[in-house]
């Protein structure tokens, strides 16, 4: 390998990528503005769920039950429709996730001892959703309970859960959701970064120029990957630092190694994409492969959305060749853990084998149509 | 403008064969999606099940083992490792390991008996948010019904109290599954349909083909036919084969009709065809189409309610969901595939999709009219 050569390379691919001026812009400035967005836009919290009552008992026991509902900010009371059959209506149409019903019977089977029911219908379409909404309304409607038949004595239940919440101490949903999708969108980006990069040489139809020359692959594949890496590495830094400034989100981590561990995971991601330019050899082609290969992959089965520990086992192993897994492992973990590579090793081992295979597949690929 | 059948008809043929002559192409067209929809099929899921729990039991004793065990068997925990010493704990979560820690202390079934009021701590691992919000749940409800249970057994606890039944519609198990897949179907239209628009221009224009269409006879809207029908038709056979495989092979109930569906469908696969073609005639290079593509994706996916709930988002982002295509098709796919909804029910996303097809449609016509008269 020659340095002055490999450097030219690198030199030869930057002004090429200059010539694309939105291409490059879009490049430089695509994450930390998806970042933005997305940072202030979603979020997992579930509040103000619309809620419907139909109060058949009205009396102030009932009332008092439903004001908890209200006053503890999950639910949001939108509609009282008037008899059973209107609650059908409400549910079909996503009016209301929950409706809670109160039977005639409520108060007095309450005041008697008895067991009082009391009914909550939720639309178990969206059953993420409807399991926190049951589980809030099921909290609330028990302490009702404790309080109505102790009648203001005191008795302490003999257990009680005192939980607490480590890493995110107040299950902000943010402070997940902005590392993982650092994560997410370098591996969209980096893909799409050199996916087109070969493919566009044989279209043009200077790769026999290229071949011509004395470069030798491994200083091809090298030198066009650097302006990349060097696009990848301002990107990451630019989305960080989004992540701090606006967002507040902790990092506890050592930065350095955050910025070690990206750099192996840009060097495989990239060249990755690069071996699918350099295999396909259409643009077109490349776009779909690298769409398919690493797009979806990266949002669906990289833990950032879904965990990977509720996925069935073959699935999961299909995960461990999914390197956006080990990248949002790896951000989650440094900016909210504050771990070190005592607990990131194998991850880092994982993403050293990636760039090892991405840029030897790279040259590979390169190899048959050079010679 | 006239229209002549036989140029279209030979158009069609000439995009058709270049749209399968490929084989590698024809298997990212009807192989992939099948393969993605059955792997993110599995993906998406958000039940808690088995979580992994690593347990602290300093007490040791019956009662310690008997409320371990009331965790163990609702399904939602399961116990991977235990220890007695908390700094076992702290690397487990720290690894990754387990996401929970129960920690039982000295004394537990002492102070049980005596209902004083023993305390259990639940550690949870708060980088997942939303897994952690509802294992906290689980916890709370599991610890509070064997306390109840130990007051009722020793009467100290007043009979009587309210009886909450919860019964859950349309998806009485609360399985995530029926919920995500429609959605992975609507995705993965979006997507298809895209690529199958997005680089055609843009590549003749590279490619310099794209002069030799201008000079021919063929006028704008026979060439705008020839560059949608054929992707169309491949969008409409992606769309069978991944609803049969989301009916077939993962039991999603079709509770409402294909009829709804398929208008929906139609106007969906327009809006994202037309955008596509848009993209194409914008941009000067494919990789800058390609990156046209990417930056409307992203957002497409995670501002649709796909996954993020549109209802937790600020205002804003709620009105801006609205120009989203994917968000409408969803919202139809949901309800036809699980609430049995008709037309009537979904007027309001068939208008917005209406106005969205036909949007995307006119700005890809007049932007490829005057891409092609250059």
């Given at each position: 390998?020659?340095?002055?050569?490999?450097?030219?390379?690198?030199?030869?691919?930057?002004?090429?990528?200059?010539?694309?001026?939105?291409?490059?812009?879009?490049?430089?400035?695509?994450?930390?503005?998806?970042?933005?967005?997305?940072?202030y836009?979603?979020?997992?919290?579930?509040?103000?769920?619309?809620?419907?009552?139909?109060?058949?008992?009205?009396?102030?026991?009932?009332?008092?039950?439903?004001?908890?509902?209200?006053?503890?900010?999950?639910?949001?009371?939108?509609?009282?429709?008037?008899?059973?059959?209107?609650?059908?209506?409400?549910?079909?149409?996503?009016?209301?996730k929950?409706?809670?019903?109160?039977?005639?019977?409520?108060?007095?089977?309450?005041?008697?001892?008895?067991?009082?029911p009391?009914?909550?219908?939720?639309?178990?379409?969206?059953?993420?959703?409807?399991?926190?909404?049951?589980?809030?309304?099921?909290?609330?409607?028990?302490?009702?309970?404790?309080?109505?038949?102790?009648?203001?004595?005191?008795?302490?239940?003999?257990?009680?859960?005192?939980?607490r919440?480590?890493?995110?101490?107040?299950?902000?949903?943010?402070?997940?959701?902005?590392?993982?999708?650092?994560?997410?969108?370098?591996?969209?980006?980096?893909?799409?970064?050199t996916?087109?990069?070969?493919?566009?040489?044989?279209?043009?139809?200077?790769?026999?120029?290229?071949?011509?020359?004395?470069?030798?692959?491994?200083?091809?594949?090298?030198?066009?990957?650097?302006?990349?890496?060097?696009?990848?590495?301002?990107?990451?830094?630019?989305?960080?630092?989004?992540?701090?400034?606006?967002?507040?989100?902790?990092?506890?981590?050592?930065?350095?190694?955050?910025?070690?561990?990206?750099?192996?995971?840009?060097?495989?991601?990239?060249?990755?994409?690069?071996?699918?330019?350099?295999?396909?050899?259409?643009?077109?082609?490349?776009?779909?492969?690298?769409?398919?290969?690493?797009?979806?992959?990266?949002?669906?089965?990289?833990?950032?959305?879904?965990s990977?520990?509720?996925?069935p086992?073959?699935?999961?192993?299909?995960?461990?060749?999914?390197?956006?897994?080990?990248?949002?492992?790896?951000t989650?973990?440094?900016?909210?853990?504050?771990?070190?590579?005592?607990?990131?090793?194998?991850?880092a081992?994982?993403?050293?084998?990636?760039?090892?295979?991405?840029?030897?597949?790279?040259i590979?690929?390169?190899?048959?149509?050079?010679? | 403008?006239?229209?002549?059948?036989?140029?279209?008809?030979?158009?069609?043929?000439?995009?058709?064969?270049?749209?399968?002559?490929d084989?590698?192409?024809?298997?990212?067209?009807?192989?992939?999606?099948?393969?993605?929809?059955?792997?993110?099929?599995?993906?998406v899921?958000?039940?808690?099940?088995?979580?992994?729990?690593?347990v602290?039991?300093?007490?040791?004793?019956?009662?310690?083992?008997?409320?371990?065990?009331?965790?163990?068997?609702?399904?939602?925990?399961?116990?991977?490792?235990?220890?007695?010493?908390?700094?076992?704990?702290?690397?487990?979560?720290?690894?990754?390991?387990?996401?929970?820690?129960?920690?039982?202390?000295?004394?537990?079934?002492?102070?049980?008996?005596?209902?004083?009021?023993?305390?259990?701590?639940?550690?949870?691992?708060?980088?997942?948010?939303?897994?952690?919000?509802?294992?906290?749940?689980?916890?709370?409800?599991?610890?509070?019904?064997?306390?109840?249970?130990?007051?009722?057994?020793?009467?100290?606890?007043?009979?009587?109290?309210?009886?909450?039944?919860?019964?859950?519609?349309?998806?009485?198990?609360?399985?995530?599954?029926?919920?995500?897949?429609?959605?992975?179907?609507?995705?993965?239209?979006?997507?298809?349909?895209?690529?199958?628009?997005?680089?055609?221009?843009?590549?003749?224009?590279?490619?310099?083909?794209?002069?030799?269409?201008?000079?021919?006879?063929?006028?704008?809207?026979?060439?705008?036919?020839g560059?949608?029908?054929?992707?169309?038709?491949?969008?409409?056979?992606?769309?069978?084969?991944i609803?049969?495989?989301?009916?077939?092979?993962?039991?999603?109930?079709?509770?409402?009709?294909?009829?709804?569906?398929?208008?929906?469908?139609f106007?969906?696969?327009?809006?994202?065809?037309?955008?596509?073609?848009?993209?194409?005639?914008?941009?000067?290079?494919?990789?800058?189409?390609?990156?046209?593509?990417?930056?409307?994706?992203?957002?497409?996916?995670?501002?649709?309610?796909?996954?993020?709930?549109?209802?937790?988002?600020?205002?804003?982002?709620?009105?801006?969901?609205?120009?989203?295509?994917?968000?409408?098709?969803?919202?139809?796919?949901?309800?036809?595939?699980?609430?049995?909804?008709?037309?009537?029910?979904?007027?309001?996303?068939?208008?917005?999709?209406?106005?969205?097809?036909a949007?995307?449609?006119?700005?890809?016509?007049?932007?490829?009219?005057?891409?092609?008269?250059?």
């Amino acid at each position: 390998m020659n340095l002055a050569r490999l450097l030219a390379m690198a030199r030869k691919e930057t002004i090429q990528l200059r010539r694309d001026a939105r291409s490059l812009v879009m490049a430089f400035l695509l994450p930390v503005f998806l970042i933005l967005i997305f940072g202030y836009a979603i979020s997992f919290d579930v509040k103000n769920i619309e809620m419907a009552v139909l109060d058949e008992s009205q009396s102030e026991a009932s009332r008092d039950l439903i004001e908890r509902f209200e006053s503890s900010g999950y639910f949001k009371i939108v509609a009282h429709p008037a008899s059973y059959g209107g609650v059908d209506e409400l549910l079909q149409r996503g009016v209301v996730k929950l409706v809670l019903i109160i039977p005639p019977d409520f108060s007095r089977d309450l005041a008697a001892g008895r067991s009082a029911p009391v009914q909550i219908l939720l639309d178990g379409a969206d059953a993420n959703t409807a399991t926190i909404a049951q589980n809030y309304a099921g909290a609330i409607v028990a302490r009702y309970s404790a309080e109505a038949v102790l009648k203001g004595r005191e008795l302490v239940l003999p257990v009680g859960a005192e939980s607490r919440v480590w890493y995110n101490e107040t299950l902000e949903s943010r402070n997940m959701i902005v590392p993982g999708l650092v994560a997410v969108i370098m591996s969209i980006i980096a893909a799409m970064l050199t996916a087109l990069t070969i493919a566009r040489e044989w279209e043009r139809g200077t790769m026999e120029q290229l071949a011509a020359t004395p470069v030798h692959r491994l200083e091809v594949v090298i030198g066009k990957l650097l302006p990349y890496v060097a696009i990848g590495l301002f990107d990451v830094a630019l989305a960080i630092v989004a992540g701090l400034v606006v967002f507040g989100v902790p990092l506890r981590g050592n930065v350095l190694l955050l910025s070690g561990m990206t750099l192996l995971f840009l060097l495989g991601a990239l060249s990755f994409g690069m071996f699918i330019s350099a295999a396909v050899k259409t643009q077109v082609l490349a776009t779909q492969l690298a769409l398919q290969a690493a797009y979806l992959p990266a949002i669906l089965l990289s833990g950032f959305m879904f965990s990977i520990s509720t996925m069935p086992i073959i699935l999961q192993a299909v995960t461990y060749a999914v390197p956006a897994r080990y990248y949002v492992t790896v951000t989650k973990a440094i900016f909210l853990k504050g771990v070190g590579l005592e607990a990131l090793w194998v991850e880092a081992v994982a993403m050293i084998i990636f760039a090892a295979a991405g840029v030897s597949l790279a040259i590979r690929a390169f190899k048959k149509e050079l010679a | 403008m006239s229209i002549s059948m036989l140029r279209v008809r030979e158009l069609l043929k000439k995009e058709l064969r270049q749209m399968l002559r490929d084989p590698k192409m024809r298997g990212v067209l009807f192989v992939a999606p099948i393969i993605q929809l059955v792997a993110f099929g599995y993906a998406v899921n958000t039940d808690i099940r088995d979580t992994a729990t690593f347990v602290i039991d300093h007490d040791r004793t019956a009662i310690s083992r008997e409320l371990l065990e009331a965790f163990e068997s609702t399904g939602y925990f399961e116990v991977v490792a235990s220890s007695d010493r908390p700094a076992d704990l702290v690397r487990a979560l720290d690894h990754g390991d387990a996401t929970v820690g129960i920690e039982i202390p000295a004394g537990f079934a002492r102070d049980v008996s005596a209902g004083r009021g023993a305390q259990v701590q639940v550690i949870l691992d708060g980088t997942d948010s939303n897994a952690a919000t509802v294992a906290q749940g689980y916890a709370g409800q599991i610890v509070q019904q064997y306390g109840l249970k130990r007051a009722t057994a020793a009467r100290t606890f007043p009979a009587g109290g309210v009886d909450l039944r919860t019964r859950a519609w349309y998806n009485p198990e609360l399985e995530s599954r029926v919920y995500n897949v429609p959605a992975v179907i609507g995705v993965l239209i979006l997507l298809m349909s895209l690529l199958l628009t997005s680089m055609s221009v843009v590549r003749e224009r590279e490619m310099g083909t794209l002069d030799q269409l201008t000079v021919s006879p063929l006028s704008a809207t026979e060439l705008m036919l020839g560059k949608t029908l054929p992707p169309m038709l491949a969008a409409f056979v992606i769309l069978f084969l991944i609803t049969a495989v989301a009916v077939l092979w993962f039991g999603i109930p079709m509770r409402g009709s294909n009829l709804v569906l398929l208008p929906a469908a139609f106007l969906y696969i327009v809006s994202g065809l037309s955008f596509g073609l848009l993209i194409s005639t914008i941009s000067k290079t494919q990789q800058e189409a390609f990156m046209s593509m990417f930056l409307f994706l992203l957002p497409a996916i995670i501002l649709s309610g796909f996954f993020y709930p549109i209802s937790s988002m600020p205002r804003v982002f709620q009105w801006l969901t609205l120009l989203n295509p994917l968000r409408h098709f969803l919202e139809v796919v949901r309800a036809v595939f699980l609430k049995g909804a008709g037309i009537t029910d979904l007027w309001r996303q068939y208008a917005a999709l209406t106005i969205m097809a036909a949007g995307t449609l006119w700005l890809a016509t007049v932007r490829f009219r005057r891409t092609v008269a250059m």
